[in-house]
């Protein structure tokens, strides 16, 4: 079946400019988390939904970012006056488990690649 | 705060070669630890996830060990391919209220040539 999908696929912005990312999870999937990956570094938490409830948004990086999926399914992060260190590939992963023990992987997507000039 | 490191950063082998990819943890209350590779402009895939409670876990030539008490954990490849090149990112789950959130790794970046 279908994965994880992320658009756009590259995003370059001014900056200040606000961007929206998109991610649509695998259907019927509970959890959605957002990581943000800088050049060369492993992917770093961002925020946490189960369902529409935002549960954990302890990575956010500052007041600029914010996430919301608001009927359960599709989830848009918002980066508001974008800078230069948000430059960073965005990746959206889903997973079917809601217990805080997960027992399966999470499904990522192909992530977004964000260039702030 | 859970902290991952990756030992090396980069590794080049001629095609054949047996290797093996280091990750350590700092915190040894985990609920899991998996193995992904990262290809260029794609998306992470799942190699292998070891729960707290396994030592090791196996698929084709590539075997995984974890050693929670110490923090650590190993991936070994066997005979490995040039389509093996990828980064390697380890990642850890760990207690409280994670919410299943990974903690990664800077990854390893892996070249097998021909």
């Known amino acids: 079946g279908a994965g994880v999908s992320q658009s756009p696929r590259y995003k370059v912005a001014k900056r200040g400019q606000d961007v929206a990312l998109r991610c649509d999870p695998i259907?019927?999937?509970?959890?959605l988390f957002w990581y943000q990956q800088a050049l060369g570094q492993g992917p770093e938490f961002l925020t946490y939904?189960?369902?529409?409830?935002?549960?954990?948004k302890s990575g956010l990086p500052s007041d600029r970012f914010f996430a919301e999926r608001p009927e359960g399914s599709v989830s848009t992060l918002k980066i508001q006056r974008t800078q230069q260190e948000d430059s960073a590939v965005y990746l959206c992963?889903?997973?079917?488990?809601?217990?805080?023990?997960?027992?399966?992987?999470?499904?990522f997507g192909p992530g977004t690649r964000l260039l702030v000039l | 705060k859970q902290e991952v490191t990756q030992i090396p950063a980069a590794l080049s082998v001629p095609e054949g070669e047996n290797l093996v990819l280091n990750c350590s943890f700092t915190?040894?209350?985990?609920?899991?630890l998996q193995w992904f590779r990262q290809d260029p402009g794609k998306g992470l895939t799942s190699l292998l996830l070891?729960?707290?409670?396994?030592r090791e876990q196996t698929s084709g030539r590539l075997n995984a060990s974890l050693d929670k008490s110490s923090g650590r954990s190993t991936l070994y490849i066997a005979a490995s391919q040039p389509g093996d090149s990828a980064t390697y990112l380890c990642?850890?789950?760990?207690?409280?209220?994670?919410?299943?959130?990974?903690?990664f790794g800077q990854g390893t970046i892996l070249t097998v040539h021909p």
């Open positions: 070891i729960q707290s409670s396994q």
């Open positions: 939904f189960q369902n529409e409830a935002q549960l954990d």
């Open positions: 915190d040894s209350a985990i609920y899991n």
């Open positions: 990642a850890v789950t760990s207690g409280g209220t994670s919410y299943g959130k990974l903690t």
């Open positions: 992963a889903s997973s079917p488990w809601q217990t805080r023990v997960p027992q399966e992987t999470q499904y």
């Open positions: 259907s019927g999937h509970v959890s």
